[in-house]
């Protein structure tokens, strides 16, 4: 920690969203804001129980906490259903020396804030027996095997015994905790015939034995007494109310931070358990208290208006994720995100991409960037919305003096990927009073798609980039000669069709130059065949150079070459000089006696209007017969043996 620095503290669980979790955050940011404590808190929003690959990709939060900014890190172990995970993040807070206060777990070396569930809950249980005179009672259990669950199964037989009532097995079922496994058990209860009272070992299966109840048409408390325990928050809009054993958040949150604060003064305090008490509530779903049917009309007519108003966001951020996959790069999305920000119940937020995500985007970054850098891509600061695109090195991203006004307020992290293929994290100012999670979790899920499309479809650009480029440099080898980079027979043609087409009705000439080279066969029996790929390839650098800029070239094969030029003014693209302008340019590199052999070629030429009726075969073959003809007179003349029309 700085020095002059308020003390950090860091949360990290999973599923805020859970209106129970959020209400214990709430508490907690307040005792530590009364205690003039920061507070980062990182959350999940998957319980990682399954380790599947999104999973991965929502731990990946885990990684943007630093401990050496830490003066006291607090895990909910119990929302966090992956041990390995818990125990990792327990052992790097113990390497950087920062103590660890866990919530709802005993885990050995930390300071474990307990909830003492067995005597409130063994007081729901006594409650069946002693008040509402019940004998025949079944137990719906968790997960068998699960400590929480054994330990209430201990308690529910203990009070049989207390009572004097022999243990049925077969009115013991297993719930696991959920509902479709809690629905499985009450069937098989109804099946064996109905319990005076049915005693679950958490809320959330106690409501759906009500379910199966209703379904059947039995009055709960009436025909059967329901009891749960836990007293989570989805129970106050249940009808009826249970009968539970609710956890004394307010004990709770105060507890962990005088722990906290203990630590963070420096005193030596042992690793031990520290219990808060749960507070028994008595209600309807034994018959201690009546229905209230006022007050769930009301809270029905509340429910309803959530509902609206959560189908009204989903619209918008359907909305969101439709306009913002539209093919825009990132940046252009970037500039557009704005409204969906500022529409957020939020004064600050920002959306930090890593550099690895940055360059499959195709965005430039720098030189050095690492894969784990991050980038500030959007940012709303109260009412106004930029996108700066300010790096951050990943150990310093946390701890920037000019982020440093920002993370006074308690802060929220997210995680932002796609399976487990991370992008970055969304970070908030975490106002529970207005930051409702069920919408920031709507959010976050149509980020992750918009930044996973924007991802894809820039790849998905490049490799169509990519396959282009690879395309047309396929389609110039298959119309160019390999080895002097002109075109070859099939070029030749195509590139002629194309040329005399584009002159369309308009007087035009068509120039054919066919040249062969002198003396391929003596340079490369003399001086080897790479000489004589030098020599093909200067013959036809000059050739190029004399055909000018409407002009176009071939290589026929060995030393046979084509020049042609489409004109509309053979004089001005000097078709009746190509010949001599050949020879001296031939001329001139010899003078220069670059190679000791010289470079020499034979030409024959023929210039025809550019008609319908012309035949290009007849004029090519006139154009080798006047070469071939060349080529004759000019061994006459340096007394060289004369070769038929054919070599």
């Not at 209600?283 to 009204?312: A, D, P, V, W």
């Amino acid at each position: 920690m700085r020095e002059n620095q308020k003390p950090m503290v860091g949360i990290c669980l999973a599923k805020i969203q859970d209106a129970t979790r959020s209400d214990l955050m709430q508490r907690i940011c307040q005792e530590a804001h009364d205690r003039g404590f920061r507070v980062q808190i990182y959350n999940m929003y998957n319980d990682l129980f399954f380790r599947r690959k999104r999973d991965e990709g929502e731990k990946s939060v885990l990684n943007v906490l630093q401990m050496e900014l830490l003066s006291v890190l607090i895990v909910l172990p119990q929302t966090i259903l992956d041990e390995r995970t818990v125990l990792e993040l327990i052992d790097r807070a113990k390497q950087a020396k920062v103590p660890v206060i866990s919530i709802d777990q005993q885990i050995p070396g930390c300071y474990n804030v307990l909830y003492e569930y067995e005597k409130p809950f063994s007081q729901v249980v006594r409650h069946v027996f002693q008040v509402h005179h019940c004998r025949r009672v079944a137990f719906v259990a968790g997960f068998k095997g699960n400590p929480f669950s054994e330990a209430r199964i201990q308690v529910y037989k203990d009070a049989l015994e207390e009572f004097g009532i022999p243990f049925d097995p077969t009115l013991l079922k297993y719930g696991d905790f959920w509902e479709w496994p809690a629905y499985v058990a009450a069937r098989e209860l109804l099946e064996q015939g109905l319990p005076e009272a049915i005693i679950c070992a958490n809320d959330t299966m106690a409501m759906a034995v009500c379910e199966i109840m209703y379904q059947n048409n039995i009055r709960v408390p009436e025909d059967v007494i329901v009891t749960g325990f836990d007293g989570i928050a989805k129970e106050q809009y249940h009808s009826p109310r249970l009968t539970t054993g609710a956890q004394d958040q307010p004990h709770c949150s105060w507890l962990t931070m005088e722990i906290a604060a203990k630590l963070i003064a420096g005193e030596q305090l042992p690793s031990q358990d520290y219990y808060v008490h749960n507070q028994v509530r008595f209600s309807e779903s034994c018959g201690c208290q009546k229905m209230n049917f006022h007050n769930s009309s009301h809270m029905l007519m509340q429910i309803y208006g959530q509902m609206e108003e959560t189908r009204e966001f989903e619209f918008r951020i359907f909305s969101m994720i439709g306009t913002l996959t539209d093919g825009s790069t990132l940046m252009e999305t970037a500039e557009r995100l704005g409204e969906y920000f500022l529409n957020m119940s939020t004064a600050y937020m920002q959306l930090c991409l890593n550099g690895g995500y940055l360059r499959d985007c195709d965005v430039a970054v720098p030189p050095d960037c690492q894969k784990d850098d991050m980038f500030v891509l959007a940012q709303r600061d109260s009412t106004e919305y930029t996108t700066p695109m300010t790096r951050y090195p990943f150990r310093q991203q946390l701890a920037d003096p000019e982020r440093a006004y920002f993370f006074q307020a308690p802060v929220l992290f997210v995680p932002l990927h796609d399976q487990n293929d991370v992008f970055g994290y969304l970070v908030t100012v975490y106002d529970p009073h207005n930051l409702q999670h069920n919408y920031l979790y709507t959010f976050v899920m149509g980020l992750d798609q918009i930044l996973s499309t924007i991802r894809n479809q820039s790849i998905l650009r490049c490799m169509n980039r990519i396959l282009t480029e690879t395309n047309q440099e396929l389609a110039n080898m298959y119309i160019h000669d390999s080895m002097t980079g002109l075109l070859n027979r099939r070029g030749f043609f195509q590139e002629m069709d194309r040329r005399r087409a584009a002159c369309g009705d308009r007087e035009s000439w068509v120039y054919v130059a066919s040249v062969d080279m002198d003396s391929l066969k003596y340079i490369n029996d003399t001086f080897g065949h790479q000489e004589g790929d030098f020599a093909i390839k200067t013959v036809a650098d000059a050739i190029v150079s004399c055909a000018g800029k409407n002009g176009f070239c071939a290589r026929f094969g060995g030393d046979e070459y084509l020049a042609a030029i489409i004109t509309e003014d053979p004089e001005e693209d000097g078709c009746r000089t190509f010949a001599q302008r050949l020879a001296n340019r031939l001329h001139s590199l010899n003078q220069q006696k670059l190679r000791p052999y010289q470079f020499g070629a034979s030409c024959g030429t023929v210039l025809e209007s550019n008609t319908q009726e012309l035949d290009l075969d007849q004029l090519m073959k006139l154009a080798d017969d006047r070469m071939y003809s060349e080529k004759l007179r000019r061994k006459c003349v340096r007394g060289e043996p004369r070769e038929s029309h054919a070599s």
